[in-house]
């Protein structure tokens, strides 16, 4: 069934006859791994080797995903959905590896992404004490959050500066901790095999969420340094052992972010206006992308990639939404949280804690009255096209980088000038065609949303339409030359105001007022971190330390058995086959999107129908784990999450194991496909041997 029919009564029913205890719930940090919980369950001893090995073999893309090292030549593997960015960015009118596949022969064929980054943590520090000792006591919200920024970005640099490592503070527990991350970076990065999206993709946005599944999402990148491939010391062995239902596998990713620590006035104000927001302006973009895609084939392949993560995202917010509605979920976090403040005020010891709750829900409220221009002026959901990203980027550069590291926006700090930088000079291809057709949407959202007599929409417009507008300050800026963007950037402030390019003059047309809400949604966010500060000690002191945080889109370990489960009173199995992918080809006509690529229907008879293909567990994730490697009990690699079924989207909000179910393509169909259907056999060769040969 589609995503925006799933059925609350469903959710209700899933969270109500769940375990009570929720044995393989968590997203747990490698520094703090559920040792206990494991023995207990699962008789199984989680030893410091079998975490460290997992936890360097594992990869962050900064296109938003997760993969893993599968051989000692750097040898990486990830989903197909998370590699299309870098595919799209390497694909032509002549040349569509995003839709037709992608086979390097040799290192040779490997072809270099475009502006790709992938991440390998190397070490974990708490910084808790050293954050909050730079924050003086009693300071007004908008002081401590500079003062926190000021701490940060000194922490960062240092630690850059040190281990010539990337170098990040993550928020833990919504201000109750804070973990420096250093990872090592890999910027020449090159694309090894890619299916076509077809087979990566089956069954399209109609199955999208849904089991059983047929999908062979996935994409074969390497890592280089100094121009060879990078030589790697741990990385993932493929496993020999057959998964079956009821083993224990492991998950480790980097899920981007859950919001099950939040206070219900937080729950609410996402329920009531974010939620509604987003899905209206996710619809009005999959409408409008969706019909432009339909006009050429050309326009559907440079928007191909754009629409499919609106689809996804409009579908995952779609099901989250639909959890927000439920009184069985929503009626289990009000009662939580009652219970909590009733043992807050029972107690006696924790009064900040206690008060914690109202701070939030009076920050939230005034973050609500700024919410609308904020995205629409300081999120740029007013501006949304590359060119104006670029145009932003260029003018704030010039202003913040001569500041003091500690005072600048974040995303200038030394620690961030590497990634800035990669992004900001790629050569990725940017459509003028497109963009006009994105910005005068935005522009035409904008003034819907603020009303045209607006005084920031009358000067945005300038006396023109969205539609005139638009046209004009793509045709006339130079922003996407990259060489423009370079001497511009390298000349400061002063160069870029005289420039006169007409979509940075645009973006310093709004920039004070975006500032400023950007400010002031700063300060009321320093006062909930504060406030859940307050509530994580208190909790931490009357419950352990024994829980793990909400998602940041940084490492984490997840676990649960291979199990089937029942729907509507129908039992669905663990795994599905490559038989089942034909079956499902028939039963819908061979139409798209079920229909199959003209080399699946040429090499069926060679395979083995038998190969279970893709197939489902409990282990905890979320958006971000896309690409994450999934071992057994040895540490082998066993397959690779792609997704989760309908009853998966609430486990933003909270967790449940009798129906959600984590989605994976089976490592044995991997291999079937790469050697009977793609031919690949020097993929297979380096993924059965774990090093490249020849």
């Known amino acids: 069934m589609n995503l925006r029919f799933l059925s609350p009564m469903l959710v209700a029913a899933a969270l109500a006859t769940g375990s009570a205890t929720h044995g393989d719930e968590g997203m747990w940090l490698y520094e703090n791994p559920p040792r206990q919980l494991l023995k207990e369950r699962h008789n199984f001893d989680l030893t410091d080797a079998w975490l460290e090995h997992l936890r360097l073999s594992s990869v962050r893309f900064n296109s938003g995903g997760s993969g893993s090292f599968v051989s000692e030549d750097g040898l990486v593997l990830s989903n197909h959905h998370v590699g299309a960015d870098a595919l799209q960015k390497l694909s032509s009118p002549e040349h569509n590896y995003l839709r037709d596949s992608f086979h390097a022969k040799s290192l040779a064929d490997e072809l270099p992404c475009v502006d790709l980054e992938l991440n390998v943590l190397q070490s974990i520090e708490d910084v808790t004490a050293q954050v909050n000792a730079g924050v003086p006591a009693g300071a007004a919200p908008e002081e401590a959050f500079k003062a926190r920024r000021k701490v940060i970005a000194g922490i960062e640099k240092e630690s850059q500066e040190k281990t010539g490592l990337r170098s990040n503070v993550t928020t833990l527990y919504q201000g109750g901790a804070y973990h420096l991350y250093r990872f090592k970076r ?57 998964l079956k ?28 206006e974010q939620f509604p927001y987003t899905l209206v302006r996710l619809k009005r973009l999959e ?76 920050a939230q409220k005034a973050i609500a009255q700024q ?28 202003e913040e980088r001569p500041k003091a590291n500690g005072g600048r926006l974040r995303e200038f700090t030394d620690s961030n000038r590497q990634p800035l930088e990669l992004d900001l000079f790629s050569e990725k291809p940017i459509h003028e065609d497109l963009e006009i057709l994105k910005l005068a949407d935005s522009l035409t959202f904008l003034a819907e949303q603020l009303g045209v007599g607006d005084p920031t929409v009358q000067k945005i417009l300038a006396g023109k339409s969205p539609r005139v507008r638009a046209a004009e300050l793509i045709l006339n800026s130079k922003v996407r030359d990259v060489a423009f963007r370079k001497r511009l950037y390298d000349g400061g402030s002063s160069a870029v105001a005289e420039a006169k390019d007409p979509l940075i003059e645009l973006a310093r047309a709004v920039d004070n007022e975006a500032r400023e809400l950007r400010k002031a949604v700063e300060a009321q966010d320093e006062i909930k971190q504060q406030a859940q500060a307050a509530i994580a000690k208190a909790r931490f002191a009357l419950e352990g330390t024994s829980k793990y945080p909400d998602a940041t889109f940084t490492l984490r370990l997840s676990f649960g058995p291979v199990a089937g489960y029942e729907d509507n009173g129908q039992r669905i199995p663990a795994f599905t086959t490559l038989a089942g992918l034909y079956e499902r080809c028939a039963a819908m006509g061979n139409r798209e999107p079920f229909d199959l690529p003209a080399r699946w ?26 690409g994450s490697p999934v071992v057994n009990r040895a540490g082998e690699f066993v397959g690779i999450i792609f997704d989760g079924n309908l009853s998966s989207l609430v486990l933003d909000f909270a967790y449940e194991d009798t129906v959600a179910r984590a989605l994976s393509v089976d490592a044995r169909a991997i291999i079937e496909a790469l050697n009977k259907v793609y031919g690949a056999k020097n993929v297979v060769r380096e993924l059965q041997s774990g090093r490249r040969r020849g």
């Open 245 to 272: 239902e009821g083993d224990l596998t492991f998950v480790s990713g980097h899920p981007g972010r859950t919001s099950r620590l939040q206070t219900m006035a937080e729950l609410e104000y996402l329920r009531d």
């Open 186 to 242: 890999y910027t020449d990065v090159r694309l090894v095999f890619a299916p076509e999206q077809q087979a990566a993709f089956f069954g399209g946005d109609p199955d999208n969420f849904e089991f059983p599944r047929y999908n062979l999402d996935v994409c074969f990148f390497r890592a280089y340094e100094d121009g060879k491939p990078v030589k790697v010391a741990h990385h993932l062995k493929w496993s020999e052992t057959p």
């Open 287 to 362: 409408t409008l992308l969706g019909n432009w895609s339909n006009r050429s084939a050309e326009n559907a392949r440079r928007a191909k990639d754009d629409l499919f993560g609106i689809q996804n995202s409009r579908k995952a917010r779609d099901g989250g939404h639909a959890g927000l509605y439920d009184p069985v979920l929503m009626g289990r976090k009000a009662e939580a949280e009652r219970l909590f403040r009733t043992r807050l005020a029972a107690n006696g010891e924790y009064p900040d804690a206690a008060a914690a709750y109202e701070r939030i829900a009076a």
């Open 601 to 626: 229907v040429k090499k069926k008879a060679a395979l083995d129908l038998n190969t279970p293909f893709n197939f489902v567990s409990t282990a905890d994730i979320i958006g971000g784990n896309s």
């Open 371 to 398: 919410a609308l221009r904020f995205r629409l002026l300081e999120a740029n959901h007013g501006f949304n096209c590359e060119s104006f990203e670029i145009a932003r980027t260029l003018l704030r550069a010039g």
